[in-house]
Protein backbone atom coordinates (compact mmCIF):
# COMPACT_ATOMS: atom_id res chain seq x y z
CA UNK A 1 0.00 0.00 0.00
CA UNK A 2 1.53 2.98 -1.39
CA UNK A 3 2.19 5.83 2.10
CA UNK A 4 1.43 9.42 1.65
CA UNK A 5 4.35 11.38 2.55
CA UNK A 6 4.64 15.01 3.92
CA UNK A 7 7.83 17.74 3.26
CA UNK A 8 8.58 21.12 3.54
CA UNK A 9 7.34 22.42 0.23
CA UNK A 10 6.73 23.34 -2.58
CA UNK A 11 8.74 21.50 -5.20
CA UNK A 12 12.42 22.49 -5.40
CA UNK A 13 13.04 22.44 -1.86
CA UNK A 14 16.38 20.38 -0.31
CA UNK A 15 13.53 18.59 1.76
CA UNK A 16 11.81 17.57 -1.04
CA UNK A 17 15.22 16.49 -2.93
CA UNK A 18 15.75 14.67 0.55
CA UNK A 19 12.46 12.77 -0.16
CA UNK A 20 12.70 11.74 -3.47
CA UNK A 21 16.67 10.37 -2.49
CA UNK A 22 15.55 8.14 0.02
CA UNK A 23 11.48 7.43 -0.80
CA UNK A 24 10.23 5.72 -3.81
CA UNK A 25 7.08 5.20 -5.63
CA UNK A 26 5.18 6.69 -2.97
CA UNK A 27 2.24 9.83 -2.69
CA UNK A 28 4.79 13.08 -1.56
CA UNK A 29 2.63 16.17 -0.51
CA UNK A 30 4.30 19.54 0.02
CA UNK A 31 3.23 22.06 3.15
CA UNK A 32 4.31 25.68 3.18
CA UNK A 33 5.76 25.10 6.44
CA UNK A 34 7.40 22.93 8.83
CA UNK A 35 4.84 22.80 12.07
CA UNK A 36 2.04 22.12 8.84
CA UNK A 37 3.35 19.10 8.10
CA UNK A 38 4.65 17.89 11.67
CA UNK A 39 0.44 18.71 12.17
CA UNK A 40 -0.10 16.36 9.35
CA UNK A 41 1.73 13.40 10.81
CA UNK A 42 -0.26 13.69 14.23
CA UNK A 43 -3.69 14.58 12.88
CA UNK A 44 -3.03 11.24 10.52
CA UNK A 45 -3.44 12.97 7.13
CA UNK A 46 0.45 11.62 5.87
CA UNK A 47 1.73 8.55 7.22
CA UNK A 48 5.70 9.89 7.32
CA UNK A 49 6.75 13.81 7.60
CA UNK A 50 10.44 14.67 6.30
CA UNK A 51 11.74 18.38 8.45
CA UNK A 52 14.63 19.49 8.31
CA UNK A 53 16.66 19.87 12.23
CA UNK A 54 20.19 21.15 11.76
CA UNK A 55 22.64 22.61 9.33
CA UNK A 56 26.70 21.80 9.26
CA UNK A 57 27.05 25.77 8.44
CA UNK A 58 24.14 27.58 10.13
CA UNK A 59 22.89 24.80 13.67
CA UNK A 60 19.93 23.71 14.82
CA UNK A 61 16.44 24.73 13.03
CA UNK A 62 15.21 25.93 15.93
CA UNK A 63 11.61 26.13 14.61
CA UNK A 64 11.41 22.13 14.14
CA UNK A 65 13.47 21.17 18.07
CA UNK A 66 11.27 23.61 19.69
CA UNK A 67 7.08 22.28 17.78
CA UNK A 68 8.35 18.68 18.59
CA UNK A 69 9.17 19.52 21.86
CA UNK A 70 6.86 21.89 22.79
CA UNK A 71 3.77 21.32 20.53
CA UNK A 72 3.75 17.95 19.12
CA UNK A 73 5.61 15.54 20.00
CA UNK A 74 6.30 12.47 17.73
CA UNK A 75 9.29 10.31 17.78
CA UNK A 76 11.81 10.31 15.16
CA UNK A 77 12.26 6.88 13.15
CA UNK A 78 15.17 7.81 10.84
CA UNK A 79 17.85 10.90 10.01
CA UNK A 80 18.62 11.65 6.39
CA UNK A 81 21.48 13.63 6.09
CA UNK A 82 22.34 15.05 2.71
CA UNK A 83 24.63 17.71 1.01
CA UNK A 84 23.54 21.08 0.51
CA UNK A 85 24.52 23.49 -2.49
CA UNK A 86 23.01 26.58 -2.96
CA UNK A 87 23.41 29.18 -5.84
CA UNK A 88 21.92 32.36 -6.95
CA UNK A 89 19.33 31.91 -9.85
CA UNK A 90 17.02 34.17 -11.89
CA UNK A 91 14.75 34.41 -15.01
CA UNK A 92 16.47 33.61 -17.68
CA UNK A 93 16.07 37.21 -19.63
CA UNK A 94 18.02 38.76 -17.03
CA UNK A 95 21.34 39.88 -18.86
CA UNK A 96 22.69 42.22 -16.57
CA UNK A 97 24.86 42.59 -13.75
CA UNK A 98 24.90 41.28 -9.95
CA UNK A 99 24.65 44.93 -9.60
CA UNK A 100 21.82 45.14 -11.22
CA UNK A 101 19.96 42.91 -8.80
CA UNK A 102 17.56 44.48 -5.94
CA UNK A 103 16.47 42.14 -4.02
CA UNK A 104 17.46 38.45 -2.92
CA UNK A 105 14.96 35.47 -1.55
CA UNK A 106 15.12 32.79 0.27
CA UNK A 107 14.67 30.65 3.61
CA UNK A 108 16.21 32.25 7.06
CA UNK A 109 19.06 29.23 6.76
CA UNK A 110 19.97 29.42 3.13
CA UNK A 111 20.76 33.57 3.35
CA UNK A 112 22.53 32.67 6.92
CA UNK A 113 24.34 30.14 4.56
CA UNK A 114 25.14 32.67 2.06
CA UNK A 115 26.64 35.58 4.27
CA UNK A 116 30.05 36.28 2.92
CA UNK A 117 28.47 36.27 -0.92
CA UNK A 118 26.03 38.45 -0.45
CA UNK A 119 28.59 40.46 1.98
CA UNK A 120 31.14 40.51 -1.00
CA UNK A 121 28.98 40.69 -4.11
CA UNK A 122 25.43 41.93 -3.28
CA UNK A 123 25.84 44.46 -0.29
CA UNK A 124 23.09 46.92 -0.86
CA UNK A 125 20.49 44.36 -1.56
CA UNK A 126 17.57 43.98 0.37
CA UNK A 127 16.77 40.49 1.83
CA UNK A 128 13.47 38.31 2.01
CA UNK A 129 13.00 35.56 3.69
CA UNK A 130 10.74 32.76 2.37
CA UNK A 131 9.53 29.73 4.03
CA UNK A 132 11.35 27.61 1.65
CA UNK A 133 14.00 28.06 -1.10
CA UNK A 134 11.38 26.64 -3.04
CA UNK A 135 9.02 29.31 -2.49
CA UNK A 136 11.65 31.56 -3.31
CA UNK A 137 12.32 30.33 -7.01
CA UNK A 138 8.48 29.92 -7.43
CA UNK A 139 8.18 34.09 -6.41
CA UNK A 140 11.25 34.58 -8.65
CA UNK A 141 9.64 32.87 -11.82
CA UNK A 142 6.60 34.87 -11.76
CA UNK A 143 7.83 38.57 -10.93
CA UNK A 144 8.97 40.87 -13.73
CA UNK A 145 11.46 43.02 -11.17
CA UNK A 146 15.29 42.13 -11.27
CA UNK A 147 15.36 40.32 -8.19
CA UNK A 148 17.09 36.13 -7.28
CA UNK A 149 16.67 33.20 -5.38
CA UNK A 150 19.04 31.20 -2.98
CA UNK A 151 18.05 27.77 -3.72
CA UNK A 152 19.41 24.26 -5.64
CA UNK A 153 19.27 23.55 -9.29
CA UNK A 154 16.13 21.53 -8.93
CA UNK A 155 14.52 24.43 -7.66
CA UNK A 156 16.20 26.47 -10.75
CA UNK A 157 15.24 23.41 -13.69
CA UNK A 158 11.45 23.36 -12.06
CA UNK A 159 11.02 27.23 -12.19
CA UNK A 160 12.61 27.70 -15.65
CA UNK A 161 15.04 29.84 -13.72
CA UNK A 162 18.92 30.72 -14.39
CA UNK A 163 21.96 29.73 -12.18
CA UNK A 164 24.23 32.92 -13.12
CA UNK A 165 26.62 32.04 -9.78
CA UNK A 166 27.11 28.44 -8.06
CA UNK A 167 27.92 27.09 -5.14
CA UNK A 168 27.69 31.09 -3.39
CA UNK A 169 27.21 29.12 0.30
CA UNK A 170 30.05 30.00 2.43
CA UNK A 171 31.64 26.62 3.26
CA UNK A 172 32.21 23.57 1.08
CA UNK A 173 31.28 20.79 3.81
CA UNK A 174 27.29 21.72 3.59
CA UNK A 175 25.07 19.41 4.79
CA UNK A 176 21.62 18.90 6.14
CA UNK A 177 20.02 16.72 9.12
CA UNK A 178 16.69 16.01 7.90
CA UNK A 179 14.35 14.10 10.66
CA UNK A 180 11.90 11.22 9.97
CA UNK A 181 8.56 11.44 11.59
CA UNK A 182 5.64 9.20 12.04
CA UNK A 183 2.75 9.22 14.27
CA UNK A 184 3.13 6.23 16.28
CA UNK A 185 6.87 5.31 15.74
CA UNK A 186 6.31 2.79 13.00
CA UNK A 187 9.67 2.12 11.29
CA UNK A 188 10.08 3.17 7.78
CA UNK A 189 11.26 1.65 4.24
CA UNK A 190 14.45 4.08 3.31
CA UNK A 191 16.20 2.67 -0.22
CA UNK A 192 19.83 2.62 1.06
CA UNK A 193 22.05 1.14 3.72
CA UNK A 194 22.30 2.98 7.02
CA UNK A 195 25.44 4.80 8.12
CA UNK A 196 25.18 4.14 11.77
CA UNK A 197 22.55 4.41 14.12
CA UNK A 198 21.61 7.49 16.68
CA UNK A 199 19.56 7.95 20.09
CA UNK A 200 18.02 11.36 20.65
CA UNK A 201 17.76 12.12 24.41
CA UNK A 202 15.46 15.05 26.13
CA UNK A 203 17.43 15.99 29.57
CA UNK A 204 15.55 18.14 31.83
CA UNK A 205 17.42 19.15 35.36
CA UNK A 206 15.83 19.48 38.85
CA UNK A 207 17.28 22.56 39.58
CA UNK A 208 20.58 25.19 38.40
CA UNK A 209 22.75 24.07 40.35
CA UNK A 210 26.90 23.85 40.61
CA UNK A 211 27.72 20.66 38.64
CA UNK A 212 24.54 19.39 37.32
CA UNK A 213 25.33 19.42 33.47
CA UNK A 214 28.68 17.50 34.86
CA UNK A 215 26.87 14.81 36.47
CA UNK A 216 24.57 14.41 33.72
CA UNK A 217 27.42 13.90 31.12
CA UNK A 218 29.44 11.19 33.62
CA UNK A 219 26.67 9.37 33.51
CA UNK A 220 27.68 8.82 29.80
CA UNK A 221 31.22 9.12 30.00
CA UNK A 222 31.91 6.35 32.47
CA UNK A 223 30.11 3.83 30.78
CA UNK A 224 31.66 4.89 27.40
CA UNK A 225 28.89 6.17 25.40
CA UNK A 226 29.88 8.91 22.61
CA UNK A 227 27.72 11.79 22.49
CA UNK A 228 27.56 13.36 18.74
CA UNK A 229 26.05 16.57 20.35
CA UNK A 230 24.23 18.24 23.12
CA UNK A 231 22.76 21.20 22.99
CA UNK A 232 20.39 23.73 25.61
CA UNK A 233 17.05 24.82 24.62
CA UNK A 234 14.74 27.00 26.56
CA UNK A 235 11.75 25.76 28.69
CA UNK A 236 9.85 28.60 28.07
CA UNK A 237 9.17 28.41 31.76
CA UNK A 238 11.47 31.72 32.76
CA UNK A 239 15.24 33.15 32.20
CA UNK A 240 17.56 30.45 33.01
CA UNK A 241 15.20 27.11 32.36
CA UNK A 242 16.61 24.67 29.98
CA UNK A 243 16.31 21.54 28.72
CA UNK A 244 19.29 19.27 26.64
CA UNK A 245 18.56 17.45 23.50
CA UNK A 246 21.70 14.38 23.70
CA UNK A 247 22.12 12.86 20.83
CA UNK A 248 24.24 9.39 21.52
CA UNK A 249 26.08 7.30 18.61
CA UNK A 250 24.22 3.94 19.39
CA UNK A 251 20.63 2.17 19.31
CA UNK A 252 18.98 2.03 22.27
CA UNK A 253 19.47 -0.99 24.01
CA UNK A 254 18.30 -2.88 27.57
CA UNK A 255 21.04 -2.46 29.48
CA UNK A 256 23.40 0.81 29.34
CA UNK A 257 20.57 3.24 28.67
CA UNK A 258 18.21 1.76 31.38
CA UNK A 259 21.16 2.52 33.60
CA UNK A 260 21.97 6.32 32.44
CA UNK A 261 18.12 6.88 32.93
CA UNK A 262 18.11 5.34 36.74
CA UNK A 263 21.14 7.47 37.31
CA UNK A 264 19.66 10.61 35.76
CA UNK A 265 16.65 10.15 38.15
CA UNK A 266 18.45 9.52 41.21
CA UNK A 267 20.05 12.89 40.75
CA UNK A 268 16.35 14.31 40.15
CA UNK A 269 16.53 14.76 36.37
CA UNK A 270 14.31 13.79 33.64
CA UNK A 271 14.84 11.78 30.58
CA UNK A 272 12.87 11.38 27.50
CA UNK A 273 13.72 9.03 24.17
CA UNK A 274 13.02 11.17 21.41
CA UNK A 275 13.88 7.88 18.94
CA UNK A 276 16.30 5.68 18.53
CA UNK A 277 16.91 5.58 15.03
CA UNK A 278 18.98 4.65 11.72
CA UNK A 279 21.24 7.52 9.96
CA UNK A 280 21.43 7.46 6.29
CA UNK A 281 23.60 9.72 4.32
CA UNK A 282 22.62 10.43 1.11
CA UNK A 283 24.40 11.77 -2.13
CA UNK A 284 22.20 13.85 -4.69
Known amino acids: MTKR ?17 AFNGEEKIGYDSIPACIDAVRDGDIAIGVVPVENAIEGTVQLTVDYLIHQVRLPVVA ?3 VPIQQHLMMRTSFSGDLQ ?6 SHSHAIAQCRQFLHQHLPNVQIHYTSSTGRAAELVSVSNETIAAIGNRIAAKIYGLEIIRENIHDFAN ?25 TS ?29 IESRPMKTGLGNYF ?12 LFPG ?14 LGSYPVYHITI
Not at 201 to 226: E, I
Not at 266 to 272: D, F, I, V
Open 5 to 21: IGYLGPRGTFTKMAVDA
Open 79 to 81: EIV
Open 100 to 105: DITKVF
Open 174 to 198: NHTRFAVLTKDGSPVNIHQEPSGEK
Open 201 to 229: LLVTLPQDYAGALHQVLSAFAWRKMNLSK
Open 244 to 255: FIIDVDQPYDDI
Open 260 to 273: VKAELERLGCKLTI
